[in-house]
């Protein structure tokens, strides 16, 4: 099963059910669940994980971080992952940040993989992303990748990377069947430079804070105007499944892609 590349969708970091509700209502396409407050990837508590989890009913793709992990010692991501998977989200992120065991993170969750574990590799545009890894992430089953920044000082994904550096990213991981995002401090403004380098999906969170930091509170306004700036597709859902015989998409129908 391909996933469905009609569109780029719109993901939401959110960090409650009552956002995590606003944002469904105002058409997100991914309800991602993390605590701005504890960093680039803080985690959620997992009772609130769940609860988000359970709320949503399976309406959306529901992701989650295991958190700001920087000394990326195998034992304890593999650990976070298990932790977070248990909440019954559809897809888990795992930020990589520069530490000596980092690649080694890429092979110790084959466990996790085999058991159906969906991951996707957060690689952060601020701190030397590595491109090179790439084939290794495809090579051992990881569902995806994304570019985000770690540094939330006021600068985006735009001014680390160049346009040229971020289609060639998104170009390399669809080539190797991963699914591809971009996120970090992203404007509405950004959203017109970025879709035409077909990335899977586009990552928000301060910009649908309204005037606010992204550490305040999710603005409706805020979430229709980003909503508007990515065009919707009928079609056009991250991961969902689509059979032959026109079947309604359903939860958990997450797979890798076909560049």
């Known amino acids: ?47 609130i994980v769940r609860d988000i989890v359970a709320a949503l009913e399976g ?11 920087p ?17 019954g989200v559809d897809i888990v992120k795992v930020g990589f940040f520069s530490a000596p065991d980092a690649a080694e993170c890429i092979t110790a969750l084959a466990e996790e993989i085999r058991d159906g574990i969906r991951l996707v590799a957060v690689l952060f545009a601020d701190q030397q992303p590595q491109r090179a890894w790439l084939p290794r992430f495809a090579g051992e089953g990881w569902y ?23 289609r060639e990213f998104v170009s390399a991981a669809r080539c190797l069947g991963l699914a591809v995002g971009l996120a970090g401090s992203l404007r509405r403004d950004d959203i017109a430079h970025l879709l035409p380098f077909h990335s899977d999906y586009l990552g928000f969170r301060g910009a649908l804070c309204g005037a606010s930091a992204r550490t305040g509170n999710i603005d409706a306004a805020a979430v229709m105007r980003i909503r508007a700036a990515i065009p919707l597709s009928p079609r056009c859902r991250f991961g969902a499944q689509a059979s032959s ?11 890798r892609s076909s560049a």
């Open 245 to 255: 015989d026109g079947e309604a998409p359903h939860r958990g129908g997450v797979a």
């Open 144 to 166: 995806g990748v994304m570019l985000d920044t770690a540094g939330k000082d006021g600068r985006t994904l735009r001014n680390h990377l160049g346009d040229e550096e971020l």
């Open 59 to 69: 309406s959306v793709i529901v992701s989650a971080t295991v958190g700001d992990l």
């Open 71 to 87: 000394a990326m010692r195998p034992e304890e991501v593999k650990a976070a992952v298990k932790r977070t998977a248990q909440t």
């Open 1 to 47: 099963m391909d996933m469905i590349r009609s569109g780029t969708a719109m993901l939401a970091s959110v960090n409650s059910v009552a956002e995590a509700r606003l944002v469904v209502e105002h058409g997100a396409d991914i309800v991602d669940l993390k605590d701005p407050a504890r960093g680039a990837l803080g985690a959620l508590e997992i009772d």
